[in-house]
């Protein structure tokens, strides 16, 4: 994983897995990472979309909290 990735990830940690799916970020990724390779897909787009795709529920439940 290139090192822009590595530290999108480690920003993006603690707004990730808080809806009782511990580890869905990082199986997400994974994924990303494999169909990036078998499609030749534009991991520069793709990779930090995956990491940060479900961000947005750690904005709403601050808000509620």
Do not use: S, W
Not at 3 to 32: C, N, S, W, Y
Not at 39 to 49: Q, R, S
């Amino acid at each position: 994983m290139k090192p822009i990735f590595q530290k999108i990830k480690k920003e993006a940690k603690h707004m990730q897995d808080l809806r009782d799916d511990k580890g869905h970020a990082e199986t997400v990724t994974f994924f990303a990472e494999k169909l990036c390779r078998i499609f030749n897909a534009n991991e520069n787009i793709i990779i930090p979309a995956a990491i940060l795709h479900d961000i947005g529920y750690y904005g709403m439940l601050r808000q509620i909290v």
